[in-house]
């Protein structure tokens, strides 16, 4: 029997028979032919026929059937009806076939009488509507849906296609994630916000390893997160996720393509397709969700043109299906391999250095050898120069020495906290990461409570590279010490102009690191506008110059670690200390 179908039912193309996934596909075959931009009155009707049927099919709401009487016409005699009126009134065509009702309607052509025909038979009655070969399915019950089971799914479609695209091809990364946005499955602002929370806790958990990065560009482009909120799981870290989000809004697209670029494992055939410049901040947060542990370090050595360290190969666990390994080797083929001449070429070496080594050992160790310090030494020889002048690095010793065995002397333990203190300043990131998560290189010689009365200076050199990464580390400023800040600004602008392209007559060691000094990063753009750097680059004198725009002690702050009554984790097991003086 025919039904009515609704509305929207005729806008999607759709018959009674249609389910919720006939629907979806007819949405999205129409979605993909409408442009948003240009019709949004359109998008706004398709969509609200896609909810409308959604609604019918899940409410089971049925069809209104049209009861048809005998006498009317129906859909299946109209095509025969057509000719049998059109034959009526062409002439010389065939009689209809109903000789009862031609009569009523037409006189008689001919003048005399004509004999009445023979009455015919009764009409048959019209053939009743085949039954519907498939049944109807019953009304379905209104389930209700769970968001976050519809936006893992989402998600895990949308990670088998992010896998598949180039690790650097951040458009089509945005696309993918554009096109998952859009799709019919995450029309619901629960299943977005759902899908969203997925994507961020990919992110902080860096579950994409080596893609992280490229996600994180996606995801800032996708779903405007310059514009509005980020969407967090529940326990995420808010002021992490803001730190990257913040930097990377910051990079323009050739440092995007460089930290892309920088994901990948550190190689020497890699560096020269990497497109680095001179102002490349290799300190930029992003470098925590783009980069592995431990290989910006060797990405930085490469760029330099220093030799880096391989990183150790971890062998994959074996999957299901991957051929058997080789078989190792018997021990008839070593047996044979022992009693071969290659073995003795090789054992020959070892045996004569092994007894060389053993002459030497039993003629007795040489007394000038230098002997390791214990922990007792080091903090004697911490006490004995007043804890003045020690190392970054020297610290940290003494600091692992504390956790065994912690000096005896109250005032040697103070100085001892305090240093860390410093130190801790100095080696944490300039954006505001963890000490763990820095690349930090000259901690052996930059030095803590030097003797001309700062609280941090460098060994060596003035513009050699310790005292590059000190001024571009940016920790000093937290020191709450003015002539510290002053000290440390003055000798980068002297640096800084003697790395200029006219300076032809500087030592072998300034010229390897005048790109360096001369790079226009964010300390030479902050600190060149200070007082001090003015002083410095004008020794004979500031007449006829403007003031600077910045004072220096404008930007000296000290750091809450400084002034904090903080207990080092190795004075809980510690003894009682032993008042005394140095």
Known sequence: MP????????????????????????????????????????????????EAAIAHLREGRGFHEIEIQDGDPTDDDAPEEAPDEASDEAPGHAPSDVPDEAPASAPSPSPSPAPSPAPSPAPAPAPAAPADPRPRPPPQPDLEVDPERVAGVAYEDFLAAFWRVDARALAAAVGLLRNALASPALASLAVREAFERRVVGALLSRSLRRRSGL?????????????????????GDEAGLHRWIDAALLLDERTRTIWLWLAEEPRPALIDAVPLHREFDWNSAVREICCQPGELGRWHALAVGEPAAPAPREAPPPRLGDPPPPSRTTWREWLQWLRSPAFLLLIAPLLTAGLVMSLLWMRGEDPNAPKPLSCADRFAAASQAHWKALSIGQVELLNRCAHEAPPPKCQDREHLKRLTRLAVVIVSSRDGGSADMTYFFGKDEVVLDPEDGLLVATRGEPCDRAAWELYRQGGWLRMGHGPTAEAIVRRAAVCSQMAGPTRGDAAPSMLSLASEWSADDWAFKLLSRTDAWQVATHPNGLAGLPPAPIKLDSLVTTDPKLTEARVESWEDKAPACVAGGR
């Open 3 to 50: 039904v009515v179908l609704p509305s929207y039912f005729v806008a999607l193309g759709l018959d009674d028979r249609a389910t919720e996934g006939d629907v979806k596909a007819a949405y999205a075959a129409r979605l993909k032919r409408l442009d948003r931009a240009r019709d949004p009155q359109g998008f706004q009707a398709l969509r609200g026929h896609y």
């Open 215 to 235: 996600l994180l560009f996606a995801a800032i482009e996708a779903f405007r997160w310059s514009e509005r909120q980020p969407l967090l799981p529940a326990g």
